[in-house]
């Protein structure tokens, strides 16, 4: 039975073999952890033989244990010094060689039958202590002083190297170990059995390793714990980097890229030079170090972007990492912003235009209904007669001129129709180049693309297109119209909804627009021709916006400009709409009632009733007109028709004006006319309870062709 006093010997095999068992499981893949567990593997085979070969029986097999756990007591030397080169992150070199060799020397001198022990036997304990021989104190103080003595200036060597005081703090804990380990090893072996007579203390050699272990596992588990959380933190910082949006660029001190995220990859597109590219494309960078946040515009891939660029300087210990860029592309929210503040603009002057709209048509409804009465009494082949009616056209001309202001106004949507969007554009284009030295090339599906859209309103979209185009090929040329229906998705052309659209674009080959010029082109009045008005591309852009479609625009100064429209493609018929014919009949006579707050229009409009047969009774207001109706229903008269004009200063209007006739007779047909040809109760008139409308300013035939509409 093995004495209790023997129990102690287990102590190294199963503390060493407990050590390697837990970094084992820890399946950490490096160079330390390996070292480790070599030497480990080492120390408790050679662990187990001593303890084996001094509590069985003497024999055979005592004397080969004793052997071979000399040959690993040498081995464990060299596998320890090994396992010093990976903890100092040290290079394998001839140094290390000539060690090897040497434990290799080692090694075969017991196995080859070459006594290096004393046999010694303590009775007390029944314990076998072979001492060592003065050939294997030769080999100890030629070989194992050596590794230890150069194990502890790699130590020192790295401590020296060291900056961070927390692992100068271990590597001076790690090299007192090797110190105390050494001195155990020396005492147990050698001074306490030959100089204090204490052979027992021999058997307990093996106790030395404990030591060593400790200080390896304590060194072993730290590096793991920092390397695991090194590497979980890289692996964390390469998701983070992977799915931010950001652009975000590691750069060093020689502004090469050294680390970039795939949105950066995306972002530049390919880069032959590196980062000095990156610092060509944004000049801010380089001109102005102290810049840590800021916007600017770049010309990227061909396309111009607007960024938000911030730089933060980072202090690595190796100083292989400068700088870190993080690029956000704001394009889209700049052009939205632009896009907000171009309508807030356009709303502003809306209101202005809508008032001086509806004030000039008053005007010109006056001027050109003065002519058609004049011309009335004259001889239409005289040169009075000639002269009034080219007065009169002329005040009818200028019709377009307040349409294109009424676009500008707040109020209803256009006045929408079916109709073939191929036709349209390809009559509003020609009709704009006309005359000129401009070719048109249209690319066209064979069949029609019919929309619900205000067509008058979109031929002028297309009409100051094509002007656009012409005028900036002075010399002539090529003007390409492709006109072709597309589904777009979510988010794929913003600002527009997913769905059906009709993309029409206009790609000429003239002087091209300046970049610092091309977010204004929309603009109202703005412009860089000399006399130009600068409102045809922005009533395009009104009226688009007004169809929830959307207008943009490409050019390069030299090459050209593309503008692009879209227009929604809402379920139609097939066959377009048909206008109304007017009745040939001529309106029979009968009592009128006219509400106008202008003068003018109640003097002329009550004229040309006349002239037409009827009787007229004007009011100004609503309420002056209630009371005459019903006036004339107390009397026992009753009124054909009522024509109105849609707001008064101060007053009641048309549309409250049509409520309470309604209410007093519904049969009576009752006229909107109004000089906001585009406000919502005249696109939307029968919604409202009036049976037809009358634009300002109107012609003796449109008057006569809406009285016999609703007569």
């Known amino acids: 039975m093995i004495p209790l006093s023997t129990i102690a010997l287990l102590a190294s095999p199963l503390f060493t073999l407990f050590l390697f068992g837990y970094v084992y499981g820890q399946r950490r893949e490096n160079r330390l952890n390996h070292a480790f567990l070599t030497l480990a593997g080492t120390y408790f085979l050679l662990t187990l033989c001593d303890f084996i070969f001094r509590v069985i ?17 040498f081995a464990a030397c060299f596998v320890f010094l090994d396992f010093m080169y990976a903890f100092v992150k040290r290079k394998r070199d001839a140094y290390l060689a000539v060690f090897g060799i040497a434990a290799c020397v080692g090694m075969v001198l017991p196995l080859a039958n070459i006594p290096l022990h004393v046999d010694s036997f303590f009775a007390q304990t029944g314990i076998y202590v072979p001492l060592p021989n003065a050939l294997f104190a030769l080999m100890f103080v030629l070989y194992v002083v050596p590794v230890t003595l150069f194990s502890i200036g790699l130590a020192l060597h790295a401590y020296k190297m060291e900056p961070d005081r927390a692992d100068k703090k271990r590597l001076f804990l790690w090299i007192c170990g090797m110190g105390a380990a ?7 072996s050698f001074v306490f059995p030959r100089l204090l007579g204490m052979p027992i203390a021999s058997s307990f050699t093996s106790l030395a390793i404990i030591i060593v272990d400790l200080f390896m596992y304590w060194s ?16 964390i910082l390469d998701k983070v980097l992977k799915d931010v949006g950001d652009a975000i660029l590691l750069v060093d001190q020689n502004r090469n890229i050294v680390r970039a995220n795939d949105a950066a990859a995306r972002f530049l597109g390919p880069q032959p030079a590196g980062a000095v590219s990156l610092y060509d494309s944004i000049p801010e960078l380089s001109t102005h170090d102290s810049l840590v946040n800021f916007e600017t515009d770049v010309r990227l891939s061909g396309e111009r972007r607007s960024i938000v660029v911030t730089k933060t300087s980072l202090h690595a210990a190796d100083e292989t990492v400068h700088h870190m860029l993080t690029i956000r592309d704001i394009t889209q929210e700049r052009q939205a912003e632009e896009e907000q503040v171009r309508t807030q603009q356009l709303e502003s002057l809306g209101v202005l235009a809508g008032g001086i709209a509806h004030d000039f048509n008053n005007l010109l409804c006056g001027i050109a209904s003065s002519f058609a009465l004049a011309k009335m009494n004259v001889d239409p082949h005289a040169d009075v007669g000639t002269i009034l009616n080219e007065g009169e056209r002329a005040a009818l001309s200028a019709r377009s001129l307040t349409h294109q202001l009424l676009t500008f106004a707040k109020g209803g949507g256009p006045v929408f129709t079916v109709f073939d969007a191929v036709e349209v554009v390809r009559d509003a284009c020609t009709f704009s180049t006309h005359g000129g030295r401009i070719k048109l090339e249209f690319v066209v ?24 185009a ?5 010399s002539g040329g090529v003007i390409r119209i492709s006109i072709l229906a597309k589904v777009f998705g979510a988010n794929q052309m913003q600002p527009l909804a997913a769905g059906r659209y009709v993309e029409v674009s206009v790609t000429d080959r003239g002087c091209g627009i300046a970049p610092e010029v091309l977010p204004r082109i929309f603009e109202p009045y703005f412009s860089t021709k000399k006399g130009g008005t600068g409102l ?7 009226i688009v916006k007004r169809h929830n479609g959307h207008i943009t625009v490409s050019s390069e100064v030299g090459k050209g400009s593309v503008f692009t429209v879209c227009i929604p493609l809402n379920d139609v018929d097939t066959a377009p709409e048909s206008r109304t014919a007017p009745k040939a009949s001529t309106a029979s006579a009968g009592r009128v009632l006219i509400m106008d707050d202008a003068q003018v229009i109640r003097i002329t409009l009550s004229m040309l009733l006349r002239q037409l047969g009827y009787l007229v009774d004007e009011a100004a207001t609503g309420e002056d007109a209630i009371g005459k109706f019903d006036q004339a229903a107390q009397a026992g008269i009753k009124y054909k028709m009522v024509i109105t004009d849609l707001t008064v200063e101060g007053g009641m209007g048309g549309k409250d004006l049509a409520r309470e006739i309604a209410l007093r007779d519904p049969h009576i047909p009752i006229i909107l006319s109004s000089g906001y040809s585009e406000d919502m109760e005249m696109t939307h008139y029968k919604e409202y309870g009036f049976a037809a409308v009358l634009r300002k300013p109107y012609s003796t035939g449109e008057l006569k062709e809406v009285l016999e509409s609703v007569g």
């Open 57 to 73: 029986h003497p024999g055979t097999l005592r004397h080969a244990l004793l052997a071979i756990a000399t040959s690993l007591f």
């Open 470 to 474: 012409s005028q900036a090929m002075s």
């Open 536 to 542: 045809g591309l922005a009533i395009a852009y009104k």
């Open 220 to 235: 072993v588990r730290r590096y793991n714990f920092l390397t695991v959380n090194i590497r979980q933190l890289e692996e």
């Open 445 to 468: 599906p064979p069949e029609a693309i019919r929309i619900r859209a205000d067509e008058g309103q979109l031929r002028q979209v297309f009409q100051n297109i094509a002007l656009n």
């Open 182 to 188: 050494f001195l155990y090893l020396v005492g147990v």
